[in-house]
Structures are given as C-alpha cells and as structure tokens.
C-alpha cells in the first residue's frame, strides 16, 4: 500500500525515536509523490540539515548524486566518490546522509559498486535511493532496502492514458457480475493501452534520433552516431517501463479505493471514480478485495522479474477482475 509523504514521514521519525532506523531506505513513486520532499525532511531529521540545502548542495554532510552525463545515467565514478565522502567522519557528531536521486538510472557497474556500500554501510550513515521506476533496479539493491511507496497525490493529473484505465475499470465495475470474458476484455484493454505507450515513445525517439542525424553527420563520426541510436532504444524502454509502472500503480489506487470504501473510509485516490469503486465495494468482502490486492503485488513482483509481460497480466487480471 502506498503512503502519503506525511504518513511515511511520521512513520520514519518514530523509528528514529526508537532507535529503529534502517541504514538504507528505497522511496519510490511516482514524479510529484514528493520523494525529495521526504528525503529532505529525513536530512532534517537525523542531520540537522536545512530542507531548502540538501539539493542545492549547501547541507554539511549530506550527499546527493543523480544522472549527470551525457547519457542521463549514474556512473561508477559518481558512486566511488559518493562511498569515498561517506567514509570520512562526520562533522559535529551529525549524521552522514547519502541520497541517490533516481537510482534506476545507475549503470550496472555504478549498482554493483553500490551494492557493497548496503552490504557494508558506513558507521553512522542513512542511505535513500529515490525512484520513479524501482522495477529496473536489480534485486540484489532492492533487497537490502526497505522499501516505501509513496501515493501519487490525490489532485495530480492523471496522463491519457490512465484516465482512459480508469474509465476502462468503471465500465467493468457497474456491471453486476464480471467473468473470464470480462476479465480478457480488461486484458486486451490494458495491453492496447501499453502498446500506444510503446509505439509513442518508439516515434518520439526515432524522430530525435532521425534530428541528430541530420544535424551531426557531417561533423562527427560514425561510432558516436550508432551510440545514440542504443541511447535512444535504452531510453524507449526506459521510459516505457515507468510508464507501465505507473499504470499498475493505477490499478493500486483503484482497488485501494474499493478498500476504504468497503471499510467507510471516506478518501479516495480517485475521486471521480468513486461512484464505480463503491458500487464494486458494495459487492465484495473486505477480505476478497484484500486478495485482489495482493494478486496485484504478485503481478507487480512478476513484471520487475521481466516475466513474459502478456501472460503475466492475462493471468493476474483473471484472478483480479472476476467477481
């Protein structure tokens, strides 16, 4: 279940008071869920650190590293010299705080190196890694940090994409019954869904590709060329993979609404779909919905196993959307 940035807050500060702090936490959402807002306050917390310095770089002893290079991505170098300042002692008995703003964004050889830093935590040392898109990050990282999802907020946009799922599941959920047909028929939706996303970013990319060319290929050579066109694909499933990690996180906040109002809690994630997810709640059990909801955590673990995609949401929407 995801939490507010408030909640998961408080949550950590009462750790913090009990001297039950993780050395490395993941905080995952989506793009404005307030994961650097969460990672300040946490700076604050054990470090004495000013919120408005821990991104600009001006708080003693807080450390941030994100994509920097040509290529958006994290390299080796900015992770050795992230554990070099993270072995040095801290400075009026503060906290050292280490925060690697979009982790999934590391390369291989970049997550390897930060992997012996989890295993091997600096003495007086709060790892956050920040994410939009965990499911890239290997397990190994992903295992060694507890992790916390943070909800999108409750007024955010919701892309095209998402809004037409949303209108996808209201369709299913005024009906009296749903079975196999109706469940394929949300399958074929969601998979119809993905593709557009797919194909959208294939176009987008091919066409800067396609401008670089023209505008390079008479002042550079031919390597650095085939070089983009990698970048490019990388980035195509890249971009898709948070895109559809932020679909099923869709499908999260649907069911999370069926949950609060079979239990009469009265917020709701989606407000315009609160007709349909009461009609639905009304329904099923509380405990029948907490089941749907766990099948979806399985779906979610399957797809960050790169689990053949197409079977792995007909499979998990046939036990979801049956009712």
């Known amino acids: 279940m995801a939490f507010s940035p408030q909640i998961a807050f408080d949550y950590l500060r009462s750790a913090q008071e ?3 702090l993780a050395h490395a936490y993941l905080i995952t959402g989506a793009p404005g869920s307030g994961k650097r807002a969460l990672a300040a306050k946490m700076a604050q917390l ?4 000013t919120p408005d310095a821990v991104f600009a770089g001006g708080a003693p002893d ?11 991505r994290i390299v080796i170098e900015q992770i050795r010299q992230l554990e070099h300042t993270l072995q040095m002692q801290a400075s009026g008995g503060r906290r050292k705080v280490a925060i690697i703003s979009e982790a999934d964004r590391m390369i291989s050889q970049a997550a390897n190196a930060f992997l012996k830093t989890l295993e ?12 939009d898109i965990p499911e890239v990050l290997p ?3 992903i295992s060694r940090c507890l ?12 892309s095209p994409e998402a809004q037409q799922l949303v209108e996808l599941l209201g369709t299913v959920a005024v009906k ?3 079975g196999v047909h109706e469940a394929y028929w949300l399958t074929q939706g969601f998979t119809r869904l993905l593709g557009k996303i797919r194909s959208g970013l294939q176009e987008e990319n091919a066409s800067n590709l396609k401008s670089e060319e023209t505008r390079y290929k008479n002042t550079t050579d031919g390597a650095w060329l085939e070089n983009r066109e990698d970048h490019y694909k990388a980035l195509t499933e890249s971009v898709y993979l948070q895109r559809r990690a932020q679909l099923v996180e869709v499908l999260f906040l649907w069911w999370s609404d069926v949950l609060r109002a079979s239990t009469a809690m009265t917020e709701r994630e ?14 099923l059990t509380t405990p029948a919905i907490l089941r749907r909801i766990r099948r979806l955590e399985e779906l979610r673990d399957q797809l960050n196993r790169n689990i053949q995609e197409a079977l792995a949401l007909e499979v998990a929407f046939l036990h979801v959307f049956r009712f």
């Open 139 to 141: 397990d190994t990282i």
């Open 62 to 72: 807080v450390h941030v590293a994100g994509p920097e290079s040509k290529s958006r």
């Open 176 to 178: 009296e019954a749903s």
């Open 270 to 283: 989606l407000p315009r779909a609160k007709q349909a997810t009461e009609a639905l709640a009304a329904r």
């Open 18 to 20: 009990r001297h039950r």
């Open 120 to 131: 091997e935590p600096p003495n007086n040392s709060l790892l956050l890694l920040l994410s």
């Open 147 to 158: 992790t916390l999802p943070l909800a999108a907020p409750v007024d955010a946009d919701l």
């Open 46 to 49: 054990v470090n004495g650190a």
